[in-house]
């Protein structure tokens, strides 16, 4: 496939690992200050990096993990076996994902978190900073407690923002779109 993989002698994967075109494995990058980060990244036995899935320096993909199409691991991250981060998911700087979890499409696991074994995300969460998840419950909370803040916003921002009157469409208006369209 035509994914980039930097620096082969830092890469380590084991048998049977799959990097899908257009991925990027690096193992070095340089940073806005022009630090450059050098570290091994290692994808476990049979794990899957998807197509434009971006790994960084220092990350570890476990065994039977999959990384989606789109998604992203940050520096350090480290994932355990069995793991599923869905596609265009960000598993952030220092992320620790312990086996079995599973990380749901769009979802966002934030620097320094840490989620327990088994533990399920839904699709378009947003893990906060430095969050360690310890159960399914853990998560749950968490996920009420976003959709009310959000569920919030959205009323308060209607509030500030109503939307405009419809005007009546009236019979003739009604013929004359079905004739162009010639329904």
Known sequence: PDAWLRDLPLLDFATGAYVANKS??????????????VDKVSIGQQALVGHLAMVAPGSKLGAFSELGVGGGLGIRAQVGSRCRIGPNSTVNHGVVLEDDVEVGT???????????????????????????????????????????????????????????????????????VRKLVGA
Not at 24 to 33: D, H, I, K, P
Not at 150 to 158: C, I
């Open 24 to 37: 990027t494995v690096g193992t070095n990058m340089c940073l806005a200050n022009n630090t450059i980060l």
């Open 106 to 176: 769009m979802s966002y696991v934030g620097v320094k978190a840490r989620i327990a074994k088994g533990v399920r995300i839904p699709s378009g969460v947003s893990i906060p900073e430095g969050a360690e998840i310890k159960s399914q419950e853990d998560l749950n909370r968490l996920v009420s407690q976003e959709q009310y803040r959000l569920q919030s916003e959205v009323e308060r921002w209607r509030k500030s923002y109503p939307a405009p009157d419809s005007p009546p469409v009236d019979a003739g208006s009604l013929a004359e």
